[in-house]
């Protein structure tokens, strides 16, 4: 969630009309992450297609040098091979690939375009696994999106941040980055003794060799590889029990101001009651460890990295709903194309409505019509009706519309279907085991089952229409 959500994204925002066949449209072939993109020097072939590999598991062992921004890693990655194949392809953007072996043998391999395409010395067999050892080393800055937002592996005066969506996973490890295949992961990280490392998961401690700690995280709960998170700086480690016996492990730098630190506290306490709230909304937490990164340096938003989310100093109560409601909707529940990503946005922001419903409604008027007619309120001309919620462009992902239309299409939804067909769609929806990634149409497929109405009509209003519905 931005900080100031809107006004700066806005701006940026293109208005082309919707069609996948353009290049600015997040799943184009021509989108960095893309894997039937070829590589630059490659041939388009048969081999690099994103149903053609899945990892099953990344061991990431990195060695981060802080003053030099120098990362040197290991990726340990168990894959099969979905048919036969000559070829494997990664993303990797930044970092050189210095060797790869394949089940032990030395492997071909070509990095450009950020790809990493490697030719094991015998082809891949359909169905059968393999592990991939990359090694790799490269000096890290600052990447930034197709907004101009810093993104992916961002280094810091005091360690590393990572928060790498949609696509900045490849700054630091080589990755299949695509929306269809979670893995598991482990995490080692060497950094000057001193700093401490964090990641997605829970801990499987740390020691010291000579000027050096190594840290050790385990994250068994499949993940997609822009979920993925690393936290070196100056942290506070501390450890509760939250709803479901799951480990709430935060890590919080030592050097905010008092006043930071202090509402940083205070807010991070509310994580046990918002996610009682959260269960209780949407059905179980689905994942073994929750958390949060809080960092000092000033990245001005926050990331929903599984189990773990990364805040900016500023993190309230609202946006601990916002990343924690994340952890249901685009973690474990994952769309399959960026396209749908009003999904994960709208379900996130739905639930700080109905969080500041239920906590500041009565107080301070912050009800859940507030919220909505907030949004309705805006006027035909404003930006926020340009997009179509359901096909923004790469520049539109994080677009205020995506964020705010998205909770409005979920309330007028409500509204449409009634409270009963509502919370049984949100329940369905939300406990989906998804490996693959669901859809709008698959959303708009179970809302029809579900209430049993027609809601073509509907959908093309909210949904696949730029200009504000007249209600
Ligand atoms: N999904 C994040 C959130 O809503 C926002 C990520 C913004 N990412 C970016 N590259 N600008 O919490
Ligand atoms: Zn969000």
């Known amino acids: 969630r931005a900080v100031a959500v809107g006004a700066a994204v806005t701006l940026l925002a293109g208005c082309a009309p919707g069609h996948r066949d353009r290049p600015d449209h997040p799943d184009h072939p021509d989108h960095p992450a893309h894997p039937d993109r070829p590589a630059a020097a490659g041939k388009p072939g048969a081999t690099a297609t994103a149903d053609a590999l899945d990892v099953q598991h990344y061991g990431l062992d990195l060695d981060y040098a802080v003053t030099t ?24 953007r930044g970092p050189q690939t210095l060797s790869v072996r394949v089940d032990g043998h030395e492997a071909g391999f070509r990095q450009g375009g950020g790809k ?48 790498s969506e949609p696509d900045g996973a490849p700054t630091w490890f080589p990755a299949h980055d695509v929306l269809t295949d979670k893995a598991t992961y ?22 010291d060799h000579g000027g050096r700690t190594t840290w050790t995280w385990r994250a068994r ?31 919080v730098d030592r050097h905010l101001t008092a006043t930071a630190a202090e509402d940083t506290r205070a807010a991070l306490a509310e994580q046990q009651a918002v996610l009682r709230f959260l269960i209780g909304r ?57 396209r749908d990503i009003w999904l994960n946005e709208g379900f996130a922001v739905y639930s700080e409505w109905l969080w500041e419903d239920q906590a500041y409604g009565e107080k301070y008027g912050a009800t859940l019509d507030a919220s909505a007619a907030d949004v309705l309120a805006l006027p ?6 340009k997009v179509t919620l359901a096909d923004p462009t790469r520049a539109q992902l994080f677009d205020r519309a995506v964020y705010d239309r998205g909770a409005l299409v979920l309330y007028e939804l409500r509204k449409t279907i009634g409270d ?27 809302a029809g089952r579900i209430s049993g109405q027609d809601l073509t009509g509907f959908f093309r209003t909210w949904l696949h229409s730029a200009g504000k519905p007249s209600i």
């Not at 990655?77 to 990797?92: E, F, G, K, T, Y």
């Not at 000096?139 to 280094?155: E, F, Q, V």
């Open 116 to 163: 990493l395409v490697i030719t094991p010395a015998v082809p891949l067999t359909a169905g059968v696994s393999a592990v991939a050892e990359i090694r790799y080393r490269g000096t890290m800055g600052t990447p930034k999106d197709a907004n101009g937002t810093p993104y992916g592996w961002i280094a810091t005066p005091d360690g590393a941040q990572v928060l």
């Open 380 to 385: 035909a001309g404003d930006p926020i009706w």
């Open 420 to 446: 009963q067909d509502f919370w049984r769609l949100a329940r369905t929806w939300a406990g989906q085991r998804t490996q693959t990634g669901v859809s709008t149409a698959d959303f708009e497929e179970l």
């Open 221 to 251: 709960d499949p993940m997609l590889s822009y979920l993925a998170t690393v936290g070196i700086g100056d942290y506070d480690l501390t450890r509760s029990t939250g709803p479901q016996g799951i480990p709430i492990i935060d890590a």
């Open 282 to 338: 949407w059905g179980p937490y689905p994942f073994s460890a929750a958390g949060a990164i809080v960092d000092d340096d000033r990245l001005g938003y926050a990331l929903e990295t599984q189990t773990r989310p990364v805040y900016a100093t500023d993190v309230d109560d609202t946006t601990i709903v916002h990343e924690l409601a994340h952890q249901w909707f685009g973690d474990s529940v994952n769309i399959g194309s960026w």
């Open 69 to 92: 921004r120098r990362l040197t890693g290991t990726a340990t990655i168990d894959l099969v091979a979905r048919r036969d194949l000559s070829r494997v392809v990664l993303n990797l």
């Open 186 to 207: 482990d995490f080692r990280v060497t950094v000057p003794r001193g700093r401490t490392a964090v990641a997605n998961g829970v801990p499987a401690g740390h020691h």
